[in-house]
Structure formats: C-alpha cells, structure tokens
C-alpha cells in the first residue's frame, strides 16, 4: 500500500486566497483591515523565524501585522502589562506570544492574559475549555488545521480509534478533544507510556506530536491508517519516518507541506474572524 497525500499546503492555499478575497472585500466597504499582534520574547533564532513567517502570511492576505520584540530579560510584569495594552489596542483584533518564552516567565499566566475575543492562536484556558465542549471558541491553530485538513478530504473520523502521541496544553490536548468531539475513540500517549508501538499498530488515526525526528516507525503503523506528523524537526524533519510510515498508512502528511501551512491558514482565519466579531 502507497499512503494518499494530505496535502495541507494545496489547502492552505486555497484557504488564504478566500480570507484575502473577504478581507479586501470588508475593506472595500469601508472597515479596517485586520491587524495581528505578534510578542516575541528573547532572541531564539527559531521562535524569530516563526513570528517573521506570520508576518509575511499577513502581508499576502492583505492584513496588516505589528511586531513586538522584547529582550528576554523581560519580566512577568513588563510582560503582562504590554499584553494588557494590546488588549485595549482597538486597533489590534489578534494577540499572538510566540512560544516557547523564556524558563523565567509564567506562560500559561501570559497566555491567559491575552483577551478571548483576541486570542486568536487559541491558546487561553477559556477558548480550550470552549473548544472542549465542542462550544464556538478560537481552538488552537494547529490541531484546528489538522481537523480542517481531515474534513477536506471527507474522511469518516466517527467510531475511529485514534492515538495522539503528545500531551502539550496548545497541540496534544485540544487535538484530542477535538478528535473526541468528532467521535473518535480518543488515547493519548506520552514520554512515559509503555508499549507505544502496541498502541500505534492498533489505531485508524495517528497523530504524531512528540517533537522528536522520525519517531514513529513504519512497522508500527496499522495498514491503512490515517497518520498526521504534527512535527517539525531540523532539516525538515518530522515526527514520524515519512517513508516507511506511507508504506502502510491509508492517508500521510507530509512534511514540510501538511500540518504546517494548515496552522498558519488557521491563524489567519481566526484573525479575520476576530476583527469580523469586533464590528458587532
């Protein structure tokens, strides 16, 4: 068997140039563009790559971006009080922090600091606890995408027994909820689980989000499997062993050109639905 594409960079695509045909329409009728705030803390050359890639999909989607770089000498306070001033920038419909920040800071407080109506990259307690029971809410850009993706090429997720290997508050736990909320038979896996190849040969959906290069190993997946690689590793790298993984699986993503491009779509989406909101 030869794995199906997921192929999230043909959708994201498509799914930016419909947010720019909205945008300049709304701006056509006179309202502003959507603006997204991005917070970078520290010189992580990463992170600083991440923010500048979000900036350039703003750009394309006729939104405007604003930049704040802040040493990563930055104090909780210092941190809290420029989130605050974003919240009450009208101007400003999106916050985004970029992550991770620096070990001194308390990034679940930061996150939770940011306004629900604009944190667009899902990140608040709120929007997850939302989101967790299937109610409206800005869910977490990633697994957002990958269920986006899934209900793209029409695949039956109800009854599934699906594996997320992973258990980050922003990947690994809405990806599960949400795979819950879809039906899905829901286990998640983690540094500390035993036999994980046991646990991955015996599920219709993988998704890999544990943040180590080509982790998953072909032979452990279920023939016909549906297999998401939510990582992304140096020298664009995933989670999984892209290869031998497709040689069993029903469905892949690749990498680069599957999850990725899926999560900056979503980020986008949520932005323009947030200065949408803003206007009633």
């Known amino acids: 068997m030869s794995a199906r594409i997921l192929d999230g960079k043909l959708l ?8 720019k045909e909205q945008v300049e329409a709304d701006f056509s009728r006179g309202f502003a563009r959507p603006l ?3 917070i970078l803390v520290g010189d992580d050359a990463a992170s600083a790559t991440y923010v500048e890639m979000k900036g350039r999909a703003c750009a394309r989607a006729g939104m405007g971006s604003r930049k704040i770089v802040l040493p990563a000498s930055t104090s909780q306070k210092e941190l809290i009080e420029v989130i605050d001033g974003l919240n009450e920038d009208a101007q400003v419909n999106g916050i985004l922090l970029q992550h991770p920040i620096p070990g001194h800071l308390d990034e679940r407080a930061a996150f939770d600091r940011i306004a629900p109506g604009k944190d667009v990259d899902g990140v608040g307690a709120l929007n997850f606890g939302l989101i967790a029971l299937g109610e409206p809410a800005f869910a977490c850009c ?10 793209h090429y029409e695949l039956d997720l109800s009854g599934l027994d699906a594996l997320v290997i992973g258990r980050s508050p922003i990947l690994g736990k809405p990806m599960a909820m949400m795979l819950l909320n879809q039906n899905c038979t829901v286990t998640i896996a983690h540094s500390r689980t035993r036999s994980l190849p046991d646990l991955v040969s015996r599920s219709d ?6 943040g180590r290069p080509r982790f998953v190993q072909g032979s452990w997946i279920k023939e016909g499997a549906i297999v998401i690689d939510a990582g992304y590793n140096a020298g664009n790298v995933g989670d999984c062993d892209t290869g031998a993984c497709a040689e069993r699986a029903g469905w892949i993503t690749p990498v680069p050109g599957g999850v990725g491009p899926m999560t900056i779509a979503t980020l986008l989406g949520n932005t323009l639905r947030a200065a949408q909101n803003s206007r009633k």
């Open 205 to 210: 959906l993988v998704v890999a989000a544990v």
């Open 142 to 151: 990633t697994p957002a995408g990958i269920m986006t993706l899934l209900a």
């Open 12 to 19: 994201a695509g498509k799914l930016q140039a419909e947010i």
């Open 36 to 38: 997204l705030a991005t």
